[in-house]
């Protein structure tokens, strides 16, 4: 039976299309502090120097929402959390509502500031897909055109009514119509043209780190073949002398027999593994421990012991899933690792467990524990401790800023797991009082479908081999 050709790898392995879950929570929660602050300059400039009657209980409702929204986006969520496309898009739609229920208050299209709702759609159109843009930028046309129909007008300290001429008011309403549409086109526009050239690099540089892969390991392949060609030929040889000299044992020529054929078979997946354009499938997936342990491998010999524990979960299949060896799965586990051997003080703990729908895997130590006040901080890049002393007596000459556990953290996210940080107890304990597993701990936990590999077949329910190396498909 023919095989199919193996696809090559997904040039975008960390998902670069889905703009939505890059935007960062905390990065929203600051753009509306900044926009609540200017909302109060701007209604108490107003209410003392210019505008008589104005609503100031409503308007304080209308700024106090965004004020509970924010507060509960601070304490309910991490620091770190990075919203999901249809999270970020109810962000900017409860921003886009806030500030119309505001402009209702204050005069409608009347209101200068009635241009600022362009704002969000803009951030939108910088941050989120295209049905998201254009679904915000729909509901703030619609909201902008109820606006300049039904608004409480403003009475001025003078006595007069603030009202627009009617052309001066349909001009205001075009104008912020095409504002929306062009100026969220325009960067929407020059956000995908720099996504586009982003992925397009990162492809480049997968495409020639995958040849430079495959050149050397066509390299060690040839090595290997070189050498073994003697030792393949003289076995060869000497079986056939014994096929001629074992003619009347039957039993003793089958064996001979074998061992000829082994050889031919030996000689024969050398050439294959060493033929430009074929794919070793003992490189696509691995057992789920022999994984961890290739992500573990550089940091064995520093010292710390490594202590490895495979077991499936309760009621779980016994057999141990076989896991694709993502590069950014692989690269993401060993900074984890390396994280806890650089502060572990004598041992690390790598588990791992399965069930029918995950696969969970936790890396702890027995250090010092992550600093109480950063566990809320763990995966943004660029934190440096203050108290700095603790941490040089562990890691000399370390000046840490947190860009590994970002990476981590990232790159295991962009795969599909989820990721917690938590201490294995209270760091201010005592020695005696704190459990052996007593500092840093994570968990990673995917979705099995989003990992493990489709096994080739079974037999007897036995994994069945892996089968002659395929040609790779471009």
Known sequence: MPHRPIPAPDPYPLGARARGDWVRLRTLIVLRWIAIAGQVIALTVASRTFVADLDIGLCAVAIGAAVVANLIATFAYPKTKRLSETEAMLTQLFDIVQLAFLIYLTGGLHNPFALLIIVPVTISATALELRSTLFLGAVAAMLVTLLAFWHVPLTLKSGEVLDLPALHLFGFWLAIQIGLVF???YAYRITEEIHSMADALAATQMALAREQKLTDLGGVVAAAA??????????????????????????????????????????????????????DLMMRSAPLSAVLRE???PHQGRGKEIVFEVAPGPGSDQRQPSIHRRPEVIHGLR???????????GRVWVSAGWSDAEIVVRIADDGPGFPPQLIGRIGDPFVRRREAASEDA???EYRGMGLGLFIAKTL?????????????SDPFLSDSERPERRGAAVEVVWPRAAL???EPGREGGTRAGLGENRPIRA
Do not use: Y
């Not at 393949?232 to 000829?260: W, Y």
């Not at 295991?412 to 294995?424: D, K, P, T, V």
């Open 412 to 424: 295991l996210e962009r795969s599909g797991a989820r990721l917690a940080f938590w201490n294995g």
């Open 295 to 297: 992500a573990a491998e």
């Open 394 to 396: 562990v890691r000399p």
């Open 183 to 185: 100026l969220a086109g």
């Open 335 to 345: 900074n984890l690792v390396q994280n806890a051997v650089d502060f572990a003080e």
């Open 452 to 454: 493990a590999a489709q």
């Open 226 to 279: 070189h050498e073994l060609g003697t030792p393949l030929a003289t076995i060869k040889l000497v079986s056939g002398e014994l096929m001629e000299e074992l003619d009347g044992q039957p039993e003793l020529l089958e064996d001979a027999r074998l061992i000829r054929e082994q050889a031919d078979r030996c000689r024969d997946i050398l050439q294959s593994m060493g033929r430009a354009g074929k794919d």
